[in-house]
């Protein structure tokens, strides 16, 4: 079956402009969860959405960070006034959801690079 | 900060012998704990989880847990050179997972 997919795989922009990254997670997945990854670095957590209910945004790193998610599905992680050290792989991960079953499917990252 | 703490390595281990990767962690209120691989350039993948005390095994893994001194071990049995990559410890914390730095592993044809 289809897994979680991210888009774009690639974006390079330049310092100061806005970028949408895509995460479309595995189909009945309630649980969506965004990290990002810096090079040789370890997963920084973001955001986890949980069905219906309010994000944990606690991971974001500042307010020009931000992410929704439409209809309990695709999700878009919004970065504005990019800065350099934006630059990282941004990984989505989704997962069932139920107790005791946290397996996390990950995606294949966007790799965002700000010039 | 409630961390979750890994030796970054890189650890070397010769081929068929065992490898031995270790996290701690500081928040006595996490229930769930997962290892997972990570190749380079690849997105992570589960290993194993593990939610009690003690050891669970899984063909060449097993994973150790220990509440009481907060630590969660992995142990890969007959390391293969398909093993090197980056492991991560997680920890369930209030349904987020938290990772830490991961443990570079290379295994020593």
């Known amino acids: 079956g289809a897994g979680v997919s991210q888009s774009p795989s690639n974006k390079v922009t330049e310092k100061g402009k806005d970028v949408e990254l895509r995460c479309d997670p595995i189909?009945?997945?309630?649980?969506l969860y965004w990290y990002r990854q810096s090079l040789g670095q370890g997963l920084e957590f973001l955001i986890y959405?949980?069905?219906?209910?309010?994000?944990?945004k606690s991971g974001l790193p500042s307010d020009r960070f931000s992410a929704e998610r439409t209809g309990g599905s695709v999700s878009t992680l919004t970065i504005q006034r990019t800065q350099q050290e934006d630059s990282a792989v941004y990984l989505c991960?989704?997962?069932?959801?139920?107790?005791?079953?946290?397996?996390?499917?990950f995606g294949p990252g966007t790799r965002l690079t700000v010039t | 900060q409630k961390e979750v703490e890994q030796n970054s390595g890189p650890l070397s281990v010769p081929e068929g012998a065992i490898a031995s990767l270790n996290c701690t962690y500081s928040?006595?209120?996490?229930?769930?704990f997962f290892w997972y691989r990570q190749y380079s350039g690849k997105s992570p993948e589960l290993i194993m989880f593990?939610?009690?005390?003690g050891d669970k095994e899984d063909g060449r893994f097993t994973a150790q847990l220990n509440k009481a001194s907060q630590y969660v071990s992995l142990l890969i049995r007959d390391s293969q050179p398909s093993d090197s990559a980056t492991y991560l410890c997680?920890?369930?914390?209030?349904?987020?997972?938290?990772f830490g730095k991961g443990t570079r592993l290379h295994i020593l044809p």
């Open positions: 991960a989704s997962s069932s959801g139920l107790a005791y079953t946290y397996e996390q499917y």
């Open positions: 189909s009945g997945h309630t649980a």
């Open positions: 959405f949980q069905g219906n209910s309010a994000p944990d």
């Open positions: 928040d006595r209120g996490s229930q769930s």
């Open positions: 593990i939610y009690s005390n």
């Open positions: 997680a920890e369930d914390r209030d349904d987020k997972i938290i």
